[in-house]
């Protein structure tokens, strides 16, 4: 028995209607359509103009027709919705190969495309889960920049990369200057507000390959693979933008930062790097804040 005349004896059991093949482009409906097909393609002559969804199935069928000649294959299409149907329901296709016939089947999908979509849902909002943990685990919430442990996994390969390949990297540690007389006298959800915009601040002044991270309450590093005198540069302009910058909570508020700079040197380690830029910033606080030192 044909594979048409054996879809023949069951299409009327099934929501299920068959295109025979006549010529490239050409199908003729077999049998009667159910009646969810008569609803979407009243034009039985030519169904596959009706949908443009079906229309491109058609294309993808003909491409495998045309490559596909003897043998027995099937190939099948992704799920789609129709203008009118359910949103409960769906459609599928698929081009089927069998002894020289070549045909398409449309069928619908009631239970199981329900079933997907229920696998889908889950799919994503385990994803979305996941997507939170991530934040969670690797970024500060307030600022949304990385947190310290992220931050001294980053730099801890910078700092191999550098040892290995002998290429430059200068670490900025940007201290914001008397924080704790803005939460004092505004509150913690003020100074949150504050610690936000600064991250945005920040962030905007720095390029992908940096590595920006809050390590402290009021304490940010910076890894840059840069020479010293760029990581100046770059430090000079972070302080300026913070110093200008008009913050919206707390209202009328002013921050400044005190910034030091240390650069890679043979021998140096993660910790002995953080130590001479925090040797650094205490020179800057001692002179006065609201400026940069480099060591």
Known sequence: MSILNLMKSVIAEFDI????????????????????????????????KTSSFLEFFMETAELFFKTHSEGDDIISSGLWQEDGISSEYALIAYAILKNGERAIIVRQLKEEFAERKNILQKARESLLIQRQLHMEASYDIVTKLYNKKTFLLAFSEAVKNAQIWVTPLSLLIINIDDFRIINNTYGIPAGDAALSELGAVMSSSVRSD??????????????????????VEIAENIREKIDAHKFRQPEHIHISVSIGCAAYKKGDDEQSLIDRAHQALDDAK??????FRKR
Do not use: H, S
């Not at 068959?18 to 009243?42: C, I, M, Q, S």
């Not at 001692?286 to 400026?291: D, E, L, V």
């Open 17 to 48: 209607t068959l295109l025979e093949r006549v010529a490239p482009g050409k199908y003729n409906v077999v049998g009667t359509p159910p009646k969810f097909y008569k609803d979407l393609y009243p034009d039985l002559n030519a169904p596959w």
């Open 286 to 291: 001692k002179c006065g804040k609201n400026i």
């Open 210 to 231: 940096n590595i920006l991270a809050r390590y402290g309450e009021d304490e940010f590093m910076l890894a840059i693979p840069k020479p010293i005198d760029q990581a």
